[in-house]
């Protein structure tokens, strides 16, 4: 048996049996593997039970059996045979201020078959109360500084991607109007 070693660029052109009818089927193929590759991110997310920790102040360092998953609010994903269950024990997770303020999640945590859990750990009254709040503001103001910096490193991206249509744009113009300029030399004069 023979084996073909084609290129990718290869694979993606159709040739028919028909001399000089090539069919190219790169954006189609793009359009159908882009399709596949979203159906499969969106169900593999759906399919996870998501649980939402929270703190009060919120920016509480979350962990959960001794792995710090970041600050609160964090959204932790949870394998899909939870949903078979009533409750979903969290107690090995904790809210963690930067005061020193401990405060664990509950044991039974209910579990919907909807897909979502929230829960908000609330600060136990202990000394440090200010510290974490300012901890909480300074959390909120670096993840608004971050959703900035997203949305403008989205922005020039699009705009490059604007930019280079045009460009590519611009470019099959000035073919078009050399292929015309052709054409009319050729009519005018026989070359």
């Known amino acids: ?44 997310c759906s399919s996870k039970y998501r649980v939402d920790f929270d703190s009060n102040p919120s920016g509480a ?12 609010p ?15 024990n969290v107690s090995s997770c904790s809210a963690n201020w930067i005061s020193g303020a401990t405060k664990s999640y509950p044991q039974n945590l209910t579990i919907f078959s909807s897909g979502a859990t929230v829960i908000t750990a609330q600060r136990p009254d202990v000394e440090g109360y200010e510290k974490d709040v300012q901890f909480s503001l300074q959390v909120q103001n670096s993840n608004y500084q971050k959703r900035q910096a997203q949305a403008a490193e989205d922005s020039a991206y699009q705009q490059s991607r604007n930019a280079n249509a045009n460009q590519q744009q611009s470019y099959q113009l000035q073919q078009q ?14 070359y």
């Open 1 to 44: 048996m023979h084996r073909l070693n084609l290129t990718i660029d290869e694979m993606l052109i159709i040739r028919y049996p028909v001399p000089g009818i090539f069919l190219n089927m790169t954006r189609k193929f793009k359009a159908i593997i882009i399709g596949t590759v979203g159906v499969l991110v969106l169900s593999g």
């Open 61 to 72: 360092s979350l962990v959960c059996n001794g792995k710090n998953w970041g600050y609160t």
């Open 74 to 88: 964090k959204s932790l994903y949870y394998d899909e045979r939870v949903k078979k269950h009533k409750t979903l």
């Open 177 to 190: 109007n050399y292929q015309l300029q052709r054409v009319n030399s050729y009519i005018r004069y026989g």
